[in-house]
């Protein structure tokens, strides 16, 4: 693999941070329990620590955050928790720690499923109310807000449904924004979009209906869902790095920067520059609808806290007092859907999902687990509950990270349950993989070398504006020299924005990462995880389209610093999908190729042409 090597200088200060967590014990406690912890094997060995420096070496990967669960009756508080800490948490070089904080993205859903939990078993609100909630209560029957497309999901989506991503929908995850009327806009707005199965058809990972699902506490208590997780599971854990604030994790200065790509593009073989996402992602006050599906922002020493007490079946791991419910804890772990119908490796069965959680077996051996992938950072939280243990590793590097916490993982798996060494180690089969995915993104149906005309000269298409009552308004500007000789006069534009737009530093990027002899649109379009659209034609009335993101205008807003200061940040190159110009009766623009994130064996694209065809339909105003 070519892998650049940015942070090359950095890998001298890859430096090793190793400890166990004490809880709060006086100091004859404190001293047997050290005493203890030395004489005990170590959770992470020292060939282990050196196969993650080779892995953070061979991925050209920034740093990783490893916790180690173990219940342990010998112990004097009865836990074993240990830390490994490596590589960088900014670019500075400055160590991650067990204390780092990683957007944990949605691992977070755990939280919400045992909220919803919660909910359910407080008799008080069910006696206030006049009436119990259970998992099989209706959404229409709590949310006013609630609608989908499909009248019978509409009717018969449960609470159950919307956390095992059986109601029909998929992910439509570029329709997410942070919206003027929070997560009740964002509800609201969920009868706009187009299903692509059955209710209860098949399996489909949807992030909507846990940011859902987070309007609960405020319909049922008024109170807010962040004060809620905090009150009943951050505080009573101690769990004092977590918190859902972009704005308090950064002010703390232990929030890690999540690293990214800069302009890679697999389809021309370009790797990117490895750049750290600064400022992160979402700024304060935009974070608040997607806290329910990936919020928590949080560190290895607090997921301990919070794995040990999953383990201790919802009990506090040292005072065992009750935190969740018992039965809570084992509802939101049972598999309700079938997420993966055959093994993905030899060792693995079939997996099924929860609440927040995904089950399977792993060489005989019940694991619970979920990953997590934010901008910048991947994440894995996995248990197993026979096994007594868990294991965290929290990576800040988008591409190589999310291969290197699995590696790891299956590594100290295999070494704390003394499993017989496999014939291949994990990280080869994730480099095949991954291979396999540059493979994959380099075969893609070349441009006729004489492409037949839209149906409409293409100035014209920047006459209109579109719009879906969901994923919002698109005004399209003709980039001039695409479609025009230099003997050519101006091109006027006809939105008023454009000229701004084109001449921006973001689109100026965009316009260099661009082939410029074909037709090409830049389309303005901020979402929590895209800034700008890139039209270019394909054939006829068919224009490929590609989703951005770039955190330019929000760096030179907050004093940063523009792309020719270094800093910024645009990915998105290797995302790519179809839009159909729709002309008739009924003009359109026709999304789709995967656009609204189709997942299960037995969900259908939509069939046919023009509007019908679409994922997504933004009608011309």
């Known amino acids: 693999m070519r892998l650049t090597r940015f942070i090359a200088t950095f890998l001298g200060l890859l430096g090793t941070s190793h400890g166990l967590q004490l809880p709060v014990l006086d100091n004859e406690h404190q001293t047997a329990f050290a005493s203890h912890s030395r004489a005990k094997k170590r959770l992470i060995s020292d060939t282990t620590e050196q196969y993650i420096q080779t892995l953070l070496s061979k991925w050209n990967s920034a740093g990783l955050s490893v916790a180690v669960v173990r219940k342990d009756e010998t112990s004097p508080t009865g836990w074993q928790h240990e830390f490994g800490s490596y590589g960088i948490a900014h670019a500075d070089g400055s160590p991650v720690t067990p204390d780092s904080v990683f957007a944990i993205a949605s691992n977070s859903k755990l939280f919400l499923a045992i909220s919803v939990g919660l909910l359910i078993s407080n008799k008080t609100l069910a006696k206030e109310r006049g009436q119990e909630i259970n998992w099989t209560t209706k959404a229409r029957d709590l949310i006013p807000e609630w609608g989908l497309m499909d009248e019978e999901m509409d009717r018969g989506v449960t609470l159950q449904d919307m956390l095992s991503h059986r109601t029909g929908l998929p992910r439509h995850d570029l329709s997410g924004v942070q919206r003027k009327g929070g997560v009740a806009q964002m509800i609201s707005t969920l009868r706009y979009l187009r299903p692509s199965a059955e209710f209860r058809e098949t399996f489909q990972y949807n992030n909507l209906m846990y940011e859902t699902l987070s309007y609960l506490p405020y319909i049922l208590l008024n109170q807010t869902y962040e004060s809620y997780i905090a009150q009943h599971l951050f505080n009573p854990l101690n769990m004092t790095s977590s918190t859902y604030s972009v704005e308090e994790a950064e002010a703390r200065g232990t929030l890690v920067d999540g690293f990214q790509w800069d302009m890679q593009d697999l389809l021309h073989r370009i790797n990117g520059t490895l750049v750290p996402t600064v400022p992160y992602f979402q700024r304060p006050g935009e974070e608040r609808t997607w806290a329910g599906a990936g919020g928590v922002l949080t560190s290895a020493r607090d997921l301990a806290m919070w794995t040990s007490m999953l383990l201790n079946n919802g009990r506090h791991p040292y005072t065992n007092e009750v935190v969740v419910p018992e039965e809570i804890i084992e509802h939101v772990a049972y598999g309700r859907s079938v997420s993966h119908g055959k093994p993905e490796f030899p060792e693995m069965s079939p997996k099924v999902y929860g609440a927040g959680q995904f089950r399977y077996a792993y060489r005989g051996h019940d694991i619970i687990e979920h990953g997590g992938n934010n901008p910048g950072y991947k994440t894995q939280v996995a248990r197993f509950p026979n096994d007594n243990l868990a294991i965290i590793t929290l990576a800040n590097d988008a591409r190589g990270g999310g291969f290197i916490l699995e590696a790891v993982k299956f590594r100290l798996v295999d070494e704390l349950l003394e499993l017989p060494q496999l014939d291949r180690d994990w990280n080869d089969r994730f480099e095949d993989l991954y291979n396999e995915y540059v493979n994959m993104s380099l075969k893609v149906t070349p441009r006729p070398s ?83 659209l890139r039209l270019a034609h394909f054939s006829e009335n068919l224009f490929n389209v590609t989703v951005l993101w770039s955190n330019a205008d929000v760096r030179a807003q907050e004093g940063l610093g523009t792309h020719e200061s270094g800093g910024d940040l645009l990915i998105g190159f290797d995302e790519r999908f179809e839009v159909e110009w729709v002309h008739g009766e009924e003009e359109g623009l026709a999304f789709k190729g995967g656009f609204w994130g189709k997942e299960g064996l037995d969900s259908q694209s939509p069939a046919g042409i023009g509007k019908e065809s679409a994922e997504v339909w933004f009608a011309k105003d």
């Open 450 to 532: 004489v492409p037949v005309l839209p149906h409409a000269p293409f100035a014209s298409l920047t006459e209109k504006t579109f719009s879906h009552p969901t994923y919002g308004t698109l005004k399209p500007c003709l980039v001039a020299e695409s479609v025009l000789s230099p003997k050519s006069p101006s091109y006027h534009q006809h939105h008023s924005h454009c000229d701004e737009l084109l001449d921006s530093s973001a689109v100026q990027r965009i316009l260099n990462g661009s082939n410029l002899t074909t037709p090409t649109y830049i389309i303005p379009w901020k979402r929590t995880f895209a800034t700008h």
